[in-house]
């Protein structure tokens, strides 16, 4: 037999002796929190393209910002709640900073033209992280908690803290999507910008609006990747793929499918980590997104002007 498929029949072999239902349903549960991660990454790209119609690059590091930004308010008075507030109003106010003096100024250019700036932008960000804090790894510091055991499960308290924060954020973003005004007109401009221009909508407001939204979704993501990892000038770099994949295979453009699906593509890559070790879990993401794209473009939710 040859080499290769002799090592990977040893690697299944190896993986079904040594796991058990318990082994799955833990990485099941790892994969959820790191899933929901994915997923606010995901609704961030997904907004903006459905809105601006272009995929931003500099989502992982205006992730990466937010985490600075919490960890900075989570050092000065070791609380949280400071640290998500940090983290959601300097996010948004750099969201919103990158609207203003780049790409509200390319409105109207190519969607290539934008992701090219986009990923500019990004660099920028990650130039001046490196610069102001270094590159060196730094850590939150939170408090031991006893895990909690449920059937055989072992689960951070922690961890449902980061899930609560999550599901609170996920919640805000869909109300202020299909309960407010500026929800039903930023749906509107997704729809049809000349359309909402007729109807008397200001596409300005609408901007601002959808930046700022954008800006505290990145800020909150930002926060728990760096609190369940640690925090370097690289740190949301590594969550780009995972974010357009899950974005893609959600449908682009669909809030609720960009959440489903990063919760999808969190449990896979955890599931994955037997066989392809923590390391190169995030090469799943790049499968699922060849996949996706292979086999079905338009993905789960499949309607390119889904934000609506």
């Known amino acids: 037999m040859p080499y290769p498929a002799l090592w990977f029949r040893r690697r299944i072999c190896f993986y079904f002796r040594e796991a058990s239902a318990l082994f799955y349903a833990q990485l099941i549960v790892n994969g959820l929190v790191q899933g929901l991660i994915v997923g606010l990454a995901a609704l961030a790209v997904t907004l903006v393209f459905g809105v601006a119609r272009f995929a931003n690059a500099a989502t992982g590091d205006t992730m990466t910002f937010g985490a600075y930004a919490a960890l900075i308010g989570h050092k000065a008075t070791g609380s949280l709640v400071v640290a998500g507030g940090a983290a959601v109003g300097a996010t948004a106010l750099l969201s919103l900073t990158a609207y203003a003096l780049v790409f509200r100024k390319l409105a109207g250019r190519s969607v290539v033209a934008l992701l090219v700036t986009s990923i500019g932008v990004g660099f920028l960000m990650r130039a001046v992280l490196g610069i102001v804090f270094g590159h060196n790894q730094q850590l939150f510091t939170v408090p031991l908690v006893r895990p909690i055991r449920f059937n055989g499960l072992v689960i951070n308290p922690f961890d449902l803290q980061l899930a609560a924060v999550a599901a609170v954020a996920l919640v805000g973003v869909f109300l202020i999507l299909y309960a407010t005004p500026i929800g039903r007109r930023m749906r509107a401009v997704a729809d049809n910008r000349e359309l909402a221009l007729v109807s008397g909508i200001r596409p300005e407001r609408v901007m601002i609006a959808l930046w700022l939204l954008v800006g ?32 893609i295979l959600g449908g682009i453009g669909s809030p609720a499918g960009a959440v489903l699906a990063g919760l999808l593509l969190g449990v896979a890559q955890e599931l994955s980590t037997p066989f392809v070790g923590f390391t190169y879990k995030l090469s799943i993401s790049f499968v699922v997104l060849l996949l996706v794209l292979l086999v079905r473009p338009r993905g789960l939710f499949g309607r390119l002007e889904g934000v609506r």
Request: aromatic share 6%; proline share 6%.
């Open 216 to 247: 505290a979704v990145t800020g909150v993501a930002g926060m728990m990747l760096g609190m369940k990892t640690v925090v370097s000038p690289e740190l949301g770099w590594e969550m780009l793929l995972p974010a357009f994949a899950a974005a």
